[in-house]
């Protein structure tokens, strides 16, 4: 049903701006694995977010890296710091990442990659949840789609108003510090959506491994925006 709206993304590339006032392509990046592969991430204590920090930060050293990016379908242990959180902690666990997170420092902007409109903004205020978030709404030749961001700063989010109409290239809000963020080293999560299911102000940033194929129809490849090499 969704399946468009990737060729139509590409069509249109080469007009989007910048999610964040970086680089994503740069030598001061590096793709990061939180999944059972990387030994420093599974054997963790993840609980912690001052020790995740540390954690997050020890992995950027090791590659002589300010900004860490990576996370789409990825199949991550680091949802095990929050179990329930993502649904009924008896049934097998949602581990699958449908967006990409860009980890970097906290107050960081965010900014609107092409002319959008604000659909909605809250407060996700769980332990491990997005913190603040806020869903764009953009339209492309006539289709409607959705971005979300997520671990946002309470500060600029204040502001916000469902309606509110964004330029290209406008600052909306900047990367969220813990704990106001859900608890989270500071990144930012990015998401793309083909539709919102009727859902305001949230979305499911996670899914059952076994629904993949479901979810990356719904869910299309951030990297259609950001167009990172390390993401490819």
Not at 216 to 222: I, K, R, V, W
Request: one cysteine or more.
């Amino acid at each position: 049903m969704f399946a468009a709206l990737p060729a139509l993304l590409r069509r249109h590339q080469t007009h989007f701006g910048p999610v964040l006032p970086v680089d994503l392509n740069g030598p001061d990046v590096t793709r990061l694995d939180f999944t059972a592969a990387n030994p420093t991430v599974r054997d963790a204590d993840l609980r912690d977010t001052a020790a995740f920090n540390d954690l997050v930060d020890g992995l950027l050293a090791a590659q002589n890296a300010r900004i860490g990016v990576g996370g789409y379908l990825e199949n991550r242990v680091i949802y095990r710091r929050s179990p329930g959180l993502f649904g009924d902690p008896t049934i097998p666990a949602r581990s699958m990442h449908l967006g990409v997170d860009v980890w970097l420092p906290a107050g960081t902007p965010v900014t609107a990659f092409m002319p959008s409109v604000i659909h909605s903004v809250a407060d996700n205020n769980h332990f491990g949840d997005y913190g603040p978030t806020v869903i764009l709404e953009h339209e492309l030749e006539g289709t409607p789609f959705y971005s979300l961001y997520g671990h946002l700063s309470r500060l600029e989010c204040a502001d916000l108003r469902a309606g509110q109409q964004l330029a290209q290239g406008q600052a909306f809000a900047t990367v969220g510090p813990w704990p106001e963020n859900g608890d989270w080293p500071p990144h930012l999560h990015f998401q793309l959506m083909a539709d919102l299911q009727g859902r305001v102000g949230d979305f499911p940033g996670v899914a059952l491994p076994q629904e993949r194929e479901l979810w990356a129809e719904l869910c299309p490849n951030p990297n259609l925006v950001l167009q990172s090499h390390w993401l490819d």
